[in-house]
């Protein structure tokens, strides 16, 4: 059984940063975070592998967001800069994926609760 807790959401400026915390109970070998925003679909923001740390984005926050994985406790960080109105969603970090592709939402079988992120402009 896995857990995931998820914070650190907030509503900033455009510009600004927050930092997601994700923290997991169970071991977890892919973490993932995606974000849904009102009247649409849910989509994969980043991915780790914990066990390597490597990591994949999409090319949507390419740049700007940075994934972690703090193996000591079990806790996953997605650190988010140069924040854009169009970043405002639901964000949510998800666990024991069995699928082909890191972003395929119905691959995952856990899920966080969700923490809102809104930004400004």
């Known amino acids: 059984q896995v857990q995931l807790v998820e914070s650190g959401g907030g509503s900033v400026q455009a510009g600004g940063s927050l930092r997601l915390s994700c923290a997991a109970s169970?071991?977890?070998?892919?973490l993932t975070w995606f974000r849904q925003a009102p009247g649409k679909e849910r989509e994969g923001v980043a991915t780790?592998?914990?066990?390597?740390?490597?990591?994949t984005y999409a090319d949507s926050v390419k740049g700007r967001f940075t994934i972690s994985h703090d193996n000591a406790k079990n806790t996953n960080y997605l650190q988010m800069s140069g924040l854009k109105p169009e970043d405002t969603a639901m964000y949510y970090c998800?666990?024991?994926?069995?699928?082909?592709?890191?972003?395929?939402?119905?691959?995952?079988?856990?899920w966080g609760q969700g923490t809102q992120v809104t930004v400004s402009s």
């Open positions: 169970g071991n977890i070998f892919r």
């Open positions: 998800a666990a024991v994926f069995r699928g082909r592709f890191w972003y395929e939402v119905q691959q995952y079988q856990y």
């Open positions: 780790i592998l914990t066990t390597s740390l490597t990591t």
